[in-house]
């Protein structure tokens, strides 16, 4: 399996002198293609800030990130637009889709945004929403659909350009269960389709079984889990 993301040693801090908070102390971590992995934790552990680590919009304190063999450099703001475009794909709990866009153009502009051509673009955009049951939905707008189907929007929007990295901070917090459930299914389902890293914060902990691999963070600590057989996974609790 080829490692397509690694994280060297990190620590992140906020403040200064005595009022300084560490809420990340040395993380190393490796993402290979094709593991989804489940990132968990009490409130305030630090899940988001090492997520925005991982996707490029937060620097580490101490530390390196390695994104295909090359070190993330924190201070090139131009060269980190350029990782972010290429190579990761976000989704977060509310879709944030752009309101005034059709579906069609909310997608197509992530693809211009990666320098794919208007032919791939279109090309991808018939595959992702056929693949996502979201032809009928290509015209409309973002407000004329519901909770869910614009969370498979999103999933469509984090794939486009074939990112080897796709992020999801709390996707289903704004899901009832079986609709999250849903959601998250297709998401581990399309990343693996596209051989995608997938990193996932959730508070669900019914959506664990489901993820190769368990993150989990406390008291600034990560560790870690494979999981081969999902009902031998302690954390499991039944819907
Ligand atoms: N920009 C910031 N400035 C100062 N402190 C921050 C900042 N962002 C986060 N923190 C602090 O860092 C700690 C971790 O926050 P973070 O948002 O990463 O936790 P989380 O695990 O994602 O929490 P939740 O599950 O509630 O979303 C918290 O104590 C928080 O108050």
């Known amino acids: 399996m080829n490692s397509i993301m690694t994280c060297q040693g990190i ?5 200064s002198g005595e009022m300084t908070e560490l809420v990340l102390k040395r993380v190393d971590l490796e993402f290979f293609q094709g593991q989804a992995s489940v990132l968990i934790g009490p409130s305030g552990s630090g899940k988001t800030t090492l997520l925005s680590i991982l996707g490029c919009l937060l620097a580490p304190s101490e530390g390196q990130l390695l994104i295909d063999n090359q070190p993330v450099n924190f201070s090139d703001k131009s060269s980190l637009t350029e990782v972010r475009r290429q190579k990761l794909g976000f989704i977060f709990q509310h879709a944030q889709l752009l309101p005034f866009l059709t579906i069609e153009d909310n997608l197509a502009i992530i693809g211009r945004n990666a320098g794919m051509t208007d032919d791939d673009i279109q090309q991808r955009l018939d595959n992702l929403l056929a693949r996502l049951e979201l032809k009928a ?11 869910g189907q614009r969370q498979r929007v999103a999933i469509a929007r984090a794939l486009l350009h074939r990112p080897s990295i796709v992020l999801a901070d709390e996707p289903t917090a704004a899901l009832d269960w079986h609709t999250g459930k849903t959601v998250v299914e297709l998401l581990l389902e399309q990343a693996r389709l596209e051989q995608a890293v997938l990193v ?9 079984p489901l993820f190769d691999r368990i993150l989990s963070i406390a008291d600034g600590i990560l560790t870690e889990q494979q999981q081969t057989a999902a009902v031998d996974n302690i954390f499991y609790t039944q819907p």
């Open 11 to 15: 620590c992140k801090s906020y403040g």
């Open 137 to 147: 939905m290509r015209y409309k707008f973002p407000a004329q659909l519901s909770g």
């Open 200 to 208: 996932v914060v959730t508070h669900d902990t019914r959506m664990l």
